[in-house]
């Protein structure tokens, strides 16, 4: 199929798409990446008489750490976090994650603003913001606001950006220290979406104690979840002391909402999400890389 008819914009300035969101309203819709987009219109799931291309503001493509926080823009494509020094050592969960959404060519044009705006929840790039207290930064003509990422995904697809808004970058607070990262996921085939996955990023002392840890889960309900419960039990203990079965029920054990469809049932994905906590855990545990800055 091919999507309905629209009209094409494409600007360099930040401001002017900005104007066109003011003009068009919600009849208009952002081209970051198109590789959600782009299928979405094409099989009629989507329809905006307005598509505006963002893909050639140089404002959005930047990449740097400042005040404690490593700050991405909005239209940084996933190949070059995969590949980006700063992010491997800054962000090394996002680094992790990064090369599992899709395939090669998905990520050599989608972006990480495209994902986080889509906001699927079986997506791996919303899960880092969840897990990693991530801030948005939102621009429109009524100024520019801040969205804490548990404030952000309000459900599948959804956002709390107003329709007139654009999102210029992401931002994640550096650890301190020597970090450790697991991220696991189990899908139908590889480069599909995940059933479900898990992300987990430590901080260990000396003597393998956990001093500080990030447990997020992914594609189980309509938003990523933080799995805080397992980072209050996880604080204090010694990694051989934790039973990576045990935090992988405790993680989902408080998510009700969790999704079914035609193809898996809602006990069978609550299953695989255990497993994948499970597996993550021991994966970050195990990180042989715990030596970044």
């Not at 998905?106 to 207290?133: F, K, M, N, W, Y």
């Not at 193809?263 to 994966?283: D, G, T």
């Amino acid at each position: 199929m091919k999507p309905s008819a629209f009209t094409y914009h494409r600007f360099d300035d930040l401001a002017d798409v900005v104007d066109a969101l003011t003009t068009f309203g919600e009849d208009a819709k952002l081209l970051a990446g198109g590789q959600s987009l782009v299928p979405m219109m094409n099989m009629r799931l989507a329809r905006f008489g307005h598509l505006i291309d963002i893909t050639r503001i140089e404002s959005l493509r930047s990449i740097e750490r400042t005040d404690g926080r490593v700050v991405i823009g909005a239209g940084v494509r996933h190949c070059v976090l995969e590949r980006d020094e700063l992010i491997e050592s800054a962000a090394p969960l996002l680094h992790a994650a990064t090369p599992l959404i899709g395939h090669f060519q998905i990520r050599s044009r989608g972006t990480i603003g495209g994902s986080l705006a889509h906001a699927d929840p079986a997506a791996e790039q919303p899960a880092v913001a969840v897990a990693l207290d991530a801030t948005f930064d939102v621009v429109s003509s009524r100024g520019a606001r801040s969205i804490a990422a548990e404030d952000y995904f309000i459900g599948q697809w959804e956002t709390s950006m107003e329709f007139d808004e654009v999102l210029r970058s992401v931002s994640m607070p550096v650890w301190n220290g020597p970090v450790r990262v697991g991220v696991a996921e189990f899908s139908r085939r590889h480069g599909d979406f995940a059933i479900a996955g898990a992300m987990v990023q430590l901080q260990v002392a000396d003597d393998d104690e956990v001093v500080r840890s990030a447990v997020a889960v992914f594609g189980l309900s309509s938003i990523p979840n933080r799995a805080r419960s397992v980072e209050a039990t996880v604080c204090g203990r010694r990694l051989g002391d934790v039973d990576p079965a045990e935090i992988g029920e405790l993680a989902v054990a408080g998510i009700a909402d969790v999704a079914e469809d035609a193809h898996v049932s809602s006990a069978y994905r609550r299953s695989i999400a255990v497993a994948m906590v499970a597996e993550a855990w021991q994966r970050a545990a195990s990180d042989g890389r715990q030596d970044r800055p």
